[in-house]
T-cell receptor, first 110, second 116 residues
Framework: DQQVKQNSPSLSVQEGRISILNCDYTNSMFDYFLWYKKYPAEGPTFLIS?????DKNEDGRFTVFLNKSAKHLSLHIVPSQPGDSAVYFCAATLGNQFYFGTGTSLTVIP | NAGVMQNPRHLVRRRGQEARLRCSPM?????VYWYRQLPEEGLKFMVY????????ESGMPKERFSAEFPKEGPSILRIQQVVRGDSAAYFCASSPVLAPGQETQYFGPGTRLLVL
């Protein structure tokens, strides 16, 4: 039972434009949401997080939006850069556990 | 993810053999998580350990899989009598705090297990 879903397996964006990665979840009890970035043959690295009591968190080019009523979060990257090309996982926490989505592969075209 | 070490990076086993995956957390981290990533799937939580304690193993298959995090040395994920379906990437992550949240986990590079 996939509690965190990323329905777009891949996304291509022109350099300089905005990348929007989406994530849906089913459990309203999740307390934190996180985004991780993963390059091939490496482990995921933390990107940005948001508490369930907030609706927006910004860090440089990265902004995460949380819509609790829709059980939806998104990651905006602007402007997108070729080095952003990677697989992005969203994750949600409940107590000690992390629940990960299946990932979206982002390709930023120079 | 610098600092979390996993070895081996690649492991090939024949069906029925044992696989031992090691994870050394970042210095100062006393909490370790193990995840499995099957092809075309996301990371699936397996087990959460503190030194000498299994805190949550609800994601671990009931048979053949075990994990430990001794007082000294790395955390070990052990898979006995491996089957082809165990072929996956196994990631370890460590954390300095008990309750995850805005603090995050730091991932190792993973061990890619191939069962022939």
């Amino acid at each position: 039972d996939q509690q965190v879903k990323q329905n777009s397996p891949s996304l291509s964006v022109q350099e300089g434009r905005i990348s929007i990665l989406n994530c849906d979840y089913t459990n309203s009890m999740f307390d934190y949401f996180l985004w991780y970035k993963k390059y091939p043959a490496e482990g995921p690295t933390f990107l940005i997080s948001i508490s369930s009591i907030k609706d927006k968190n910004e860090d440089g080019r990265f902004t995460v939006f949380l819509n609790k009523s829709a059980k939806h979060l998104s990651l905006h990257i602007v402007p997108s850069q070729p080095g952003d090309s990677a697989v992005y996982f969203c994750a949600a926490t409940l107590g000690n556990q992390f629940y990960f989505g299946t990932g979206t592969s982002l390709t930023v075209i120079p | 993810n610098a600092g979390v070490m996993q070895n081996p990076r690649h492991l090939v086993r024949r069906r029925g053999q044992e696989a031992r995956l090691r994870c050394s957390p970042m210095k100062g981290h006393s909490h370790v998580y193990w995840y499995r990533q099957l092809p075309e799937e996301g990371l699936k939580f397996m087990v959460y350990l503190q030194k000498e304690n299994i805190i949550d193993e609800s994601g671990m298959p009931k048979e053949r899989f075990s994990a430990e995090f001794p007082k000294e040395g790395p955390s070990i994920l052990r898979i006995q009598q491996v089957v082809r379906g165990d072929s996956a990437a196994y990631f370890c992550a460590s954390s300095p705090v008990l309750a995850p949240g805005q603090e995050t986990q730091y991932f190792g590079p993973g061990t890619r297990l191939l069962v022939l």
